[in-house]
């Protein structure tokens, strides 16, 4: 069951250092039965460990704060970042009730979403690649999606809806090593083919460039974006008519990623390496929302959250020459390791 909860990109991470360990005197030893876990033996002697995408790079506690998206908030706008407006934490029913923190409840949270006007964003407050977060847009989608999100995290953040370019930016000890623009999973009418069957199509694709990426088409907040849009699965959409069907951009829900690790203004690698700095880490995915464009100068952005164990392997499943540059990363990550 351990395998059960893995990030299926994560798990080739553990193939993937043992086969370039030897580049630098290391060897990877690979727990055998489910490959997510292992050792990192260097030629110096040093023996490091990693858990799916979590290496053994970063402090234990600055970790844990990044994964608590509200801590990681919180310390960031005190050091002065611009985090999500609005961004507030409140607890399951179980656990406000454990903490003894009523106020903070699913119907306070309610409140708080009108208090900032829908549509609001409701989210879990740990987790990664997307799951669980939500664009609402009235009372009954709030409720719907608060239930779901205290299904599989305790606490949930209520938060402004952003709008602009969604990007990630993962800084190893001082340096940028890797930008990404992150797109929402997409289809492109035809003008014949429904929204189902571009689905289809799409899935089609990633199969063919190796991505094991899963769409679910059943996804409710598919059918509550297409809803929004006047569309559902049956829809024909007219050719070169593009639209989106989740309002976040993770690649775990089919989304896409565009490298633009050499079109970066310095001002935005500045920003992401002291983020990283500040927050005691190392290793860390900055993701910016960025009202205009990664290449100019920083004006309107916002910090969307920080992570501690981003996954360096987000394209490499689009082709042998991104595959190439994901070893070379993963490389220059062991070397930083060794150290």
Known sequence: MKKKHASKESWGLGRLLRKIAPKIGATVVLEPEWEVVGQIAFKNGRRSYFRYNTLDLNPMGSSEIAKDKDYANFFMNGMGYPTVPGSKAFYSEEWAKAIGSPSRSIDAAYHHAQKLGFPVIVKPNSGSQGAGVMLVHNKHEFYKAARAVFKRDRVMLVQEQLHGKDYRLVVLDKKVISVYERIPLSVEGNGKSTIGQLLKKKQALFIELGRDTKIKAKDPRIAAKLKHQGLGLRSVLRK????????????????????????????????????????GLRLCGVDFMVDGDISEKPGAYWVLEINSAPGLDHYSRMGKAQEKIVEGLYLEVLKHMER
């Open 240 to 279: 070169g008519q593009k639209i989106f069907l989740l309002d976040n951009a993770n690649l775990s829900t089919g989304g896409d990623s565009v490298d633009v690790t050499d079109k970066v203004h310095p001002g935005f690698k500045k920003l992401a390496v002291e983020i990283t700095r500040n927050m």
